[in-house]
């Protein structure tokens, strides 16, 4: 009697904890979901007559060294511990090289495909990465989706579309179209930039739960790798007036919440899958656009409100939400 007055039954204690872990993971995502959506408003308040003040290639190396820096304090502050008392073997590390060098090239090849097909065109095209991700997954780990899911998929895909459909005709008035083109090399470019994509998150995923170490340690392991070829690809870039050039307080909010998402989309690929992470994207349009709408006074047309319906659904058809 005492025990049920003073904690409970152990089914309601379970229910709790079952109650505190969805709480916690529903977090999670939430603020996945804000990282990703406040990060192209957060780049267009950095803009200078248009342009962007400093080095992308800095910004992507500070933020993978942010990401580094946070794994190793997380690492000494909570997991050292339970680490087991030898080094890691070579083979525990190895696996995460590819995807980190696979994500340091997309960063790259994002940048350049700009000069290759306007900024609508990217963003729709792009959307592929999702079916590509889910072929991935099918074909390394084998994964198969039934019928329901495939849909729910390609209603992502759809929903990207409109939202940047929507995006479009927000920013262009009529007197002003966008003008939609991708050169053949755009074409060969955004069809490798999809493919890498879902290569990198299936790789990262398998490497991620093949593994049974903290999730601390092996973001170490990602982040080194990660830093090594960004840093890399930052020294054969272009010469730059200085890694700092340009660098703002938004700057720094940038490159800290990157760093945390970072973080927040391992735990979600080595917890569920890197399908989830594709949803957090997705959702991610709907904040994009709140933002947008706050500090541009972005005008929202029906088309987004259509993207924002097929996600709802896409959510319901692949996870039975309800």
Excluded at 53 to 70: D, I, N
Excluded at 146 to 171: E, F, T
Excluded at 187 to 213: D, M, N, R, V
Excluded at 284 to 312: D, E, K, Q, Y
């Amino acid at each position: 009697m005492l025990l049920l007055e003073e904690g409970g039954s152990p089914g309601v204690l379970a229910a709790r904890v079952r109650m505190r872990e969805r709480l916690r993971w529903g977090l999670l995502l939430l603020l996945s979901v804000f990282a990703y959506g406040s990060h192209a408003p957060l780049l267009a308040l950095c803009r200078v007559d248009g342009a962007l003040p400093f080095s992308t290639s800095s910004v992507v190396l500070a933020t993978e060294l942010t990401k580094l820096g946070a794994s190793a304090t997380l690492l000494l502050a909570r997991d050292w511990p339970s680490l087991p008392p030898s080094a890691p073997p070579l083979s525990a590390v190895l696996p995460f090289a590819l995807p980190a060098a696979l994500y340091a090239l997309n960063n790259n090849l994002a940048v350049h495909m700009q000069g290759w097909m306007d900024p609508v065109t990217f963003q729709v095209l792009g959307n592929l990465k999702i079916m590509a991700t889910a072929v991935a997954r099918w074909l390394l780990l084998r994964q198969p989706l039934p019928a329901r899911r495939w849909a729910a998929l390609a209603l992502l895909v759809v929903s990207g579309a409109c939202h940047a459909g929507a995006v479009n005709r927000a920013r262009g008035g009529p007197e002003e179209p966008v003008r939609l083109y991708i050169t053949p090399l755009g074409a060969a470019a955004i069809a490798l930039y999809c493919s890498i994509s879902g290569l990198a998150a299936t790789l990262t995923e398998h490497a991620l739960k093949s593994q049974p170490l903290p999730l601390s340690l092996q973001n170490l392991f990602l982040y080194s790798f990660g830093a090594i070829a960004n840093l890399a690809a930052y020294l054969a870039g272009p010469p730059t007036a200085g890694f700092f050039q340009g660098f703002s307080p938004v700057v720094g909010v940038i490159i800290a919440s990157q760093a945390l998402n970072g973080l927040l989309t391992s735990a979600i690929m080595k917890h569920d899958s890197s399908i989830t992470r594709l949803f957090v994207i997705s959702c991610s349009m709907l904040v994009n656009a709140g933002l947008s709408v706050l500090l541009f006074h972005l005008r929202l047309t029906p088309l987004f409100f259509l993207a924002a319906c097929l996600i709802c659904f896409a959510i319901h058809l692949y996870y039975r939400v309800r």
